[in-house]
């Protein structure tokens, strides 16, 4: 299973069916993103099919605006979350830059962490968040995690 960055929004034709009401997940086309999009041009591998490539949409930062409680918890004194983009939001639907911007901002003024860095704090925040969270708020990540646990015979 390959999972990647979508980079930016995933266009509605990858996406057949319903992605709103969150069906028809495992005929979404993410191989056909990636190879439409911009600076990626990627073919599918012989031999693979799409639901063996997953999307976090459009970063994977854009998980970590699903669970707010764990920013806040992680980053804690000085932490600004009213400079993260409305929590009503669909994650997904944030611009990549727009998560980064955001998260440097809201964690500009934290007292026991540096401001946000990828390479800094990603991966840590990463293994923190809530699954449960991100997997309501994202159906690309709750795509994944249905993939995942199949393959797993979960």
């Given at each position: 299973m390959l999972l990647v960055d979508s980079e930016e929004a995933v266009?509605?034709?990858?996406?057949p069916g319903d992605a709103?009401?969150?069906?028809?997940r495992d005929k979404w086309l993410p191989w056909q993103h990636l190879k439409q999009r911009k600076g990626d041009?990627?073919?599918?591998?012989?031999?693979?099919?799409?639901?063996?490539?997953?999307?976090m949409v459009q970063c994977m930062?854009?998980?970590?605006?699903?669970?707010?409680?764990?920013?806040?918890?992680?980053?804690?004194?000085?932490?600004?979350?009213?400079?993260?983009?409305?929590?009503?939001?669909?994650?997904?639907?944030?611009?990549k830059q727009t998560v980064y911007d955001s998260l440097a901002s809201a964690t500009h003024e934290c007292k026991t962490k540096a401001q946000y860095g990828k390479g800094e704090h990603s991966f840590k925040l990463l293994a923190l968040i809530s699954s449960t969270k991100v997997t309501a708020m994202s159906p690309w990540a709750l795509r994944f995690v249905e993939q995942l646990k199949a393959r797993m015979g979960l």
């Amino acid at each position: 299973m390959l999972l990647v960055d979508s980079e930016e929004a995933v266009a509605v034709a990858a996406q057949p069916g319903d992605a709103s009401k969150r069906q028809d997940r495992d005929k979404w086309l993410p191989w056909q993103h990636l190879k439409q999009r911009k600076g990626d041009g990627w073919d599918k591998p012989p031999d693979s099919s799409d639901t063996d490539c997953h999307l976090m949409v459009q970063c994977m930062e854009s998980w970590f605006l699903a669970d707010r409680d764990t920013l806040k918890d992680f980053f804690a004194q000085g932490f600004k979350e009213a400079r993260l983009p409305a929590a009503a939001n669909s994650p997904e639907a944030i611009a990549k830059q727009t998560v980064y911007d955001s998260l440097a901002s809201a964690t500009h003024e934290c007292k026991t962490k540096a401001q946000y860095g990828k390479g800094e704090h990603s991966f840590k925040l990463l293994a923190l968040i809530s699954s449960t969270k991100v997997t309501a708020m994202s159906p690309w990540a709750l795509r994944f995690v249905e993939q995942l646990k199949a393959r797993m015979g979960l």
